[in-house]
């Protein structure tokens, strides 16, 4: 079945750089891969990019005509070149979501808005490459996910659930994207509005602030499906307690808003007129703040339910460290002896 198009890929991948074939592959939106070409791209020594198993990108077949992209590259372009600024470029134009960025400000929007943003199996990559490019950006410092239409998202795309088409793969490489919005060194704000459901409320839970309007309905009612929903299993009682963790998780009970910044579950509540200017809002107040002190407090927030007092101490003291002998550090102390806001790296 894929032996025409096997072919095709394999002749114009030879003298790809590691970074050229991940942009190939991920940016045009190659869903997954035949066993026999990853061990190709093996033997190439490509599998750098992936960090992980190539099992995280999953077998499910390649897009069709997709490999044109490769063979765009095939010329070579150093780093830096017109052509690798086009594709960064791309980068920004997934076709589930969108990418922008201006300054130290990040915006991931979906843009599934016919299907409330659910969230289907090329999403799931998509939003995985996107989470890496960020991780790994200099420039930002906050990074704001949203989601256009009449809802934030609403998780697992049921068709294709239904369809047989969410394999085990897709809940890794979810998963996977989550832990990166978690663990990097910049703050993630989610905006939630009409709709927060399922891997919705998933991402929501690992990013450091949640935005939302009173009447957002927020649950996760992935028994419904009997699944799991997810890891929010694990950080939704660090927000609410074992008790109404319970409550949302075992009775697959949405809701609102209000009732959620009421339990800790939300940190603000903004007019749904005008969400994405309110959303905004409150993250240049957060950027405003996003030092190098604050995004080490981050670190450690984030290790305090899982380290003893001697393992976080240590943590501590090498967090510090680096804050205290930051750039920011230095400009804290000048716009101090100035009487000026501090302006961060």
């Not at 791209?41 to 499910?60: H, I, R, T, V």
């Not at 800790?264 to 969400?275: C, M, S, Y």
């Not at 604050?294 to 339910?305: C, E, I, P, T």
């Amino acid at each position: 079945m894929y032996a025409d198009l096997e072919k095709a890929i394999l002749r114009n991948v030879k003298g790809l750089t590691s970074e050229q074939l991940f942009y190939a592959m991920n940016i045009k939106g190659i869903v997954g891969c035949p066993k026999n070409i990853i061990k190709d791209f093996k033997a190439l020594d490509c599998m750098d990019m992936f960090e992980q198993s190539p099992d995280e990108w999953g077998y499910g077949g390649i897009v069709k005509n997709r490999y044109e992209t490769i063979q765009g590259f095939h010329s070579g372009s150093p780093v830096g070149s017109d052509k690798e600024k086009n594709t960064m470029e791309q980068l920004q134009q997934h076709e589930f979501m969108r990418l922008e960025k201006e300054g130290k400000l990040a915006w991931i929007t979906f843009t599934r808005k016919q299907k409330l943003n659910a969230l289907n199996t090329a999403g799931t990559i998509q939003l995985l490459t996107i989470a890496r490019a960020l991780r790994e950006d200099p420039d930002v410092r906050v990074i704001i996910i949203r989601g256009e239409g009449r809802a934030f998202c609403t998780g697992i795309d049921l068709s294709e659930l239904a369809d047989d088409r969410i394999e085990m793969d897709y809940h890794r490489r979810f998963e996977a994207a989550l832990r990166l919005f978690e663990t990097m060194e910049k703050l993630v704000i989610v905006g939630m509005h009409g709709y927060c459901l399922g891997g919705a409320l998933q991402l929501s839970l690992a990013a450091d602030i949640r935005v939302s309007t009173t009447d957002c309905w927020i649950g996760l009612p992935a028994i419904k499906e009997s699944l799991i929903p997810g890891l929010g299993t694990w950080r939704l009682p660090r927000y609410v307690g074992w008790g109404r963790a319970k409550k949302m998780v075992l009775g697959g009970q949405n809701i609102q808003g209000e009732e959620a910044v009421r339990i800790g579950l939300v940190d603000h509540i903004v007019p749904k007129e005008k969400f994405f200017t309110h959303l905004d809002q409150k993250a240049e107040k957060y950027l405003a703040a996003c030092s190098t002190g604050n995004r080490m407090s981050k670190l450690l927030v984030n290790q305090a339910f899982d380290m003893d007092y001697d393992q976080v101490l240590s943590n501590y003291f090498k967090l510090q460290e680096r804050a205290q002998f930051s750039l920011d550090a230095q400009e804290a102390k000048r716009a101090y002896l100035a009487g000026e806001d501090p302006l961060w790296q």
